[in-house]
């Protein structure tokens, strides 16, 4: 079956460097989507990416998919301690959001 | 406007017993999926409901089974229950264009299963 990989499992950074995080799928995907989950919490949506090649920025954060639609990043410029949990990409295979693969997640410590 | 909303928020069940999660959609959605996420794992995809109907399945055994209503609530129900099915259970909906659109998934908080 289809398997989403992310590295790192775990990283921790101070306060004001910069994250990335890298997923990879064994397939193809017809889209990537980025969630956040803070601990004790659920995941949150952060962004849809479609497009090979496609970048979108939200504020610090900036999204990337692939050439060949088969991996993605993730990428925090400056963190800030608000910026800790875990952040899992979910390959969408189907074309239809109806079954979602999620990664293995990346979990973000920052401290000051 | 309320988002996603599941009951109970936890749960402890001993092995051999049945439970029954509920979830209601945010308003104006009509898609309900259901995901497990076990402990320090990603979420895995159970099933998706759409039009009282499930549509998509991920690789669960029958003994999970699920079900959605006219107002397009869901509940998810666990047959048997055994320890390894301890896991905070996520339910998420969407409104689909059609039945082949992708759209914005948002997740509920979980109901947290314990099975002893």
């Known amino acids: 079956g289809q398997q989403v990989m992310q590295i790192p499992q775990y990283q921790h950074v101070q306060e004001g460097e910069d994250f990335t995080t890298y997923c990879n799928s064994s397939t193809t995907l017809s ?38 639609k088969k991996n993605s990043s993730l990428h925090i410029t400056a963190t800030q301690t608000t910026d800790v949990g875990t952040y899992f990409c979910a390959g969408d295979h189907t074309g239809t959001a109806s079954k979602l693969t999620f990664g293995t997640g990346t979990r973000l410590q920052v401290t000051l | 406007d309320a988002g996603v909303t599941q009951s109970p928020t936890h749960l402890i069940k001993t092995r051999g017993q049945q439970v029954t999660l509920r979830c209601s959609p945010k308003s104006g959605h009509d898609t309900v999926s259901w995901y497990q996420q076990a402990l320090g794992q990603g979420p895995q995809f ?14 669960f055994p029958d003994r999970f089974s699920g079900h959605q209503f006219p107002n397009y609530s869901s509940e998810l129900n666990v047959n048997a229950l055994l320890l390894g099915d301890s896991a905070l259970y996520l339910c998420a909906s969407s409104f689909k264009l059609t039945l082949y659109s992708a759209e914005t998934q948002y997740f509920g908080p979980g109901t947290r299963l314990l099975v002893l």
Request: proline letters at 4%; hydrophobic letters at 30%.
């Open chain 1, 31 to 68: 889209n990537i989507q980025w969630y956040k989950q803070r601990p004790g919490g659920h995941p949150v949506f952060l962004i849809q990416l479609v497009k090979s090649g496609e970048v979108k920025k939200q504020k610090r954060l900036t999204f990337q998919f692939g050439e060949a």
């Open chain 2, 46 to 59: 159970i099933f998706q409901y759409y039009e009282e109907e499930e549509r998509q399945r991920g690789n």
